[in-house]
């Protein structure tokens, strides 16, 4: 007989620390569970989301830096500059921008919808042609 169990007949009776064990047990069961469930449901989604990046890293990276992020080119026309609207990361995002003069893409291909076409790009272009309102942006 081990500590803490008593028989009556055929019958095992659990008394003491036993009776603790079983929702204990149980218990840690149903965190292994959950945790091995969180970890597969983690690894499965991934983490991209299209996004555009702060106003001061777009300009930096346009001007002077690798200039790998996709861009959107929209001309102010009251101070005559061109504005830059850069976009990061696979995904895909609904947008609507008027008054769009082209795109450079960057290290990035995907495809975009304006005027009611669809119009895909390669890594590295770089156009200057009107294309009205920019409705969607897709990032490979």
């Given at each position: 007989?081990?500590?803490?169990?008593?028989?009556?007949?055929?019958?095992?009776?659990?008394?003491?620390?036993?009776?603790?064990?079983?929702?204990?047990?149980?218990?840690?069961?149903?965190?292994?569970?959950a945790?091995?469930?969180?970890?597969?449901?983690?690894t499965?989604?991934?983490?991209?989301?299209?996004?555009?990046?702060?106003?001061?890293?777009?300009?930096?990276?346009?001007?002077?830096?690798?200039?790998?992020?996709?861009?959107l080119?929209?001309?102010?026309?009251?101070?005559?500059?061109?504005?830059?609207?850069?976009?990061?990361?696979p995904?895909?995002m609904?947008?609507?921008?008027?008054?769009?003069?082209?795109?450079?893409?960057?290290?990035?291909?995907?495809?975009?919808?304006?005027?009611?076409q669809?119009?895909?790009?390669?890594?590295?272009?770089?156009?200057?042609?009107?294309?009205?309102?920019?409705?969607?942006?897709?990032?490979y």
């Amino acid at each position: 007989m081990f500590r803490g169990q008593l028989f009556r007949g055929k019958e095992k009776v659990m008394t003491g620390t036993d009776q603790r064990k079983g929702p204990k047990h149980l218990r840690r069961a149903a965190t292994v569970a959950a945790a091995a469930s969180l970890v597969i449901t983690a690894t499965a989604t991934p983490a991209h989301a299209i996004n555009l990046p702060d106003p001061f890293t777009c300009v930096w990276n346009t001007t002077f830096g690798a200039r790998d992020y996709f861009w959107l080119k929209v001309p102010d026309m009251k101070s005559g500059t061109v504005a830059n609207l850069c976009y990061v990361n696979p995904g895909v995002m609904a947008v609507n921008i008027p008054n769009v003069w082209g795109y450079h893409s960057g290290n990035n291909a995907g495809l975009m919808t304006y005027n009611n076409q669809f119009h895909s790009f390669n890594k590295w272009e770089d156009t200057m042609d009107y294309m009205g309102t920019v409705v969607s942006i897709g990032i490979y």
